[in-house]
């Protein structure tokens, strides 16, 4: 799961040079109203799992006409907890393991897109949305390393996030932004035989969508030619 964010973060990277070298020159204001680039931070925070989480990554984006399209990666960076107690199948020991202890692993990436309402000055609206895949992921803690890789669970996931951010620049270069969101998480519904919890035993879903889908705070520090 932390291969979408490295891409995500290395297309800022190239973003923040490419658009960086033209500001060198008279031309960069001009590029930067026809055309140009950005890339930077992102972050997110909003319910995981019944607690607020945190969520941070980065994207970049190539800027044309005040429309924009471009990559990104998130992934949880605070620690979520949900009891799921499984016995594998393949375990002939008995023995079910309980995850309440291990946290819960939570990332995307994919596709950032949107369009600048500009407004007076350097205060601007955008519209954005993104569109990804990820992963949601528990690394059980056992010494045992055969049981650990049983009890390893990963589970694919896409991620749709409407988004509406004001946006301040203070600087040509320096883009400051803050709004909100709504992340929309679906699971692929990956199962379990319950033999604890109520009504056991029966079949569970390992995560439900409405466990990470969610209203959210959305923060972001862009660089490059607005």
């Not at 490295?6 to 930067?32: P, Y």
């Not at 995981?48 to 994207?59: D, P, Y």
């Not at 369009?115 to 528990?138: E, H, I, N, R």
């Not at 409405?210 to 705070?217: D, I, K, L, V």
């Amino acid at each position: 799961m932390t291969k979408p964010i490295t891409l995500a973060l290395l297309s800022a990277f190239m973003v923040v040079n490419i658009t960086a070298s033209a500001q060198n020159n008279e031309k960069a204001r001009s590029l930067a109203n026809g055309y140009g680039g950005f890339g930077g931070l992102l972050y997110d925070v909003g319910p995981v799992l019944g607690a607020t989480g945190l969520s941070q990554g980065g994207g970049g984006a190539f800027l044309w006409n005040n429309f924009f399209i471009g990559g990104y990666g998130m992934g949880l960076v605070s620690n979520h907890y949900k009891r799921v107690v499984y016995l594998n199948p393949d375990d002939k020991s008995g023995n079910p393991y309980d995850y309440s202890g291990d946290p819960v692993k939570f990332g995307h990436g994919g596709l950032l897109l949107g369009k600048v309402f500009p407004l007076k000055g350097d205060v601007s609206l955008m519209a954005s949305g993104t569109f990804g895949w990820g992963g949601l992921a528990w690394s059980p803690n056992i010494g045992d390393k055969r049981r650990q890789k049983m009890y390893q669970i990963e589970e694919n996931i896409f991620v749709m996030q409407p988004k509406l951010m004001a946006a301040y620049q203070p600087l040509r270069w320096l883009r400051l932004e803050a709004g909100l969101g709504y992340r929309m998480v679906f699971t692929s519904n990956k199962q379990y035989l319950d033999i604890s919890g109520p009504g056991a035993p029966r079949w569970r879903n390992f995560f439900e969508s409405g466990e990470f889908s969610a209203p959210t705070f959305n923060f972001g520090i862009m660089f490059g030619a607005f």
